[in-house]
């Protein structure tokens, strides 16, 4: 067989890029991709790519993927160069194979990309300062607002239903039903606390069907760790792992940037008495979301940026005891428990967002954001 770095060297090279491979080394932490740095010697000069595999349990349909991500970052360079930036750090820049394809398919028929390294910027799994907290706010808003004005069809939608929060509650509660690996009985606590949130966690879809808050263009997955933070500047630069960006709610995007960022732990601290909301990193979240996305966002939206972070931290814990209960088949795992874990965290997080709403909710009126 093949070794693993023969095996990267082949497909890379599949690829239209100069220089000799050199090696190949796992890469991040993400939980469903598998992502590689590989290392090649360009006329004598060192140069990085990052190749990834796209999961295809997760993604269904890899070239509705390829073709969002396409349309997406060259709509972002074509934005950049006309404000006459500097372009290298500032969004992704895929690699295509002989035939114009920005991706190649492997034996077994699992779908890879490459990305250009960009070098001297790192993303950071636990935040450091409010300034991190504001910079990446801020560059997630200023990325809604560059595909404002994204032409063509509608995006495709490369998970269905995928913030869809009452139809995650409806999964959770068949798998209880199921109960096929017989862990109901270890997570009780955990059923009853997030079966009483359900009816609040429904908010933002009720919302966006009553026609209050719009659909947009939106990342989906805007974890601190999906921002580049440039190491001399310390600006949020690049916006990573584009794979859910299709059609959805702002208010989803800034959720998920409170849920990430402002956990003191990371989400995968196992003793829950180290997790809590900062309220000094929400705030600098707060601000810096607005100071890029205020001037698109309608009043329903902002009044619900506070809710936000309650839901979607609701969300992401009840898929972590779902795939717990349904057998830790969605997302990568690296203990037995470890969804489990996820899920207690999370949970954690949302009883603090809760004890703190009442701040939350202040500081919106303080800063006169309506
Ligand atoms: C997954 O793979 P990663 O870490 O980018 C998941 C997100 C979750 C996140 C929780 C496609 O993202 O929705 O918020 O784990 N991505 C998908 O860490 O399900
Ligand atoms: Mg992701």
Not at 124 to 145: D, K, M, S
Not at 154 to 165: A, S, V
Not at 184 to 202: H, R, T, Y
Not at 274 to 296: C, H, N, P, Q, T
Request: charged share 30%; net charge neutral.
């Amino acid at each position: 067989m093949k070794s693993k770095q023969a095996f990267l060297r082949d497909l890379v090279y599949k690829f239209t890029l100069y220089g000799d491979f050199l090696v190949g080394v796992p890469f991040g932490m993400g939980n469903v991709n598998d992502t590689y740095q590989l290392t090649f010697d360009q006329g004598g000069t060192r140069l990085h790519y990052i190749l990834q595999r796209i999961n295809g349990n997760v993604f269904r349909d890899p070239r509705g993927v390829m073709e969002n991500i396409d349309r997406v970052t060259a709509h972002i360079l074509g934005k950049i160069r006309a404000a006459h930036c500097e372009t290298r750090k500032r969004t992704l820049r895929l690699l295509r194979n002989s035939e114009g394809k920005p991706y190649v398919v492997d034996e077994q028929g699992h779908y890879w990309r490459a990305y250009v390294f960009v070098e001297n910027a790192r993303a950071y799994e636990v935040l450091e300062t409010p300034e991190q907290a504001y910079r990446i706010a801020e560059a997630f808003g200023a990325f809604q607002n560059q595909l404002v004005d994204l032409p063509g069809k509608r995006l495709n939608e490369t998970i269905p239903d995928f913030h869809n929060t009452p139809k995650r509650f409806e999964r959770l509660e068949k798998a209880v039903k199921e109960d096929k690996f017989g862990r109901v009985k270890e997570v009780l606590p955990e059923i009853e606390f997030a079966l009483s949130l359900k009816d609040e966690a429904g908010t933002l879809i009720r919302l966006n069907k009553s026609g209050d808050i719009p659909e947009r263009i939106t990342h989906n997955d805007t974890k601190s760790n999906n921002i580049l933070i440039d190491d001399l500047t310390g600006e949020g630069m690049c916006v990573l792992d584009l794979d859910t960006v299709m059609p959805g709610l702002s208010l989803y995007d800034f959720g998920d940037m409170v849920r990430s960022a402002t956990n003191s732990a990371g989400e995968d601290e196992v003793d829950c008495s180290k997790v809590w909301m900062r309220f000094d990193l929400y705030e600098a979240l707060y601000r810096g979301f607005i100071s890029s996305a205020g001037g698109f966002m309608t009043a329903a939206e902002k009044e619900n940026l506070p809710l936000s972070g309650k839901i979607i931290t609701t969300e992401i814990g009840i898929r972590f005891l779902t795939d717990y209960l349904e057998g830790d088949t969605y997302f990568k795992i690296r203990r037995p428990k470890h969804n489990l874990e996820r899920c207690r965290n999370q949970f954690t997080l949302v009883k603090s967002i809760t004890e703190q709403m009442a701040e939350m909710q202040k500081l919106a009126k303080d800063l006169g954001v309506r």
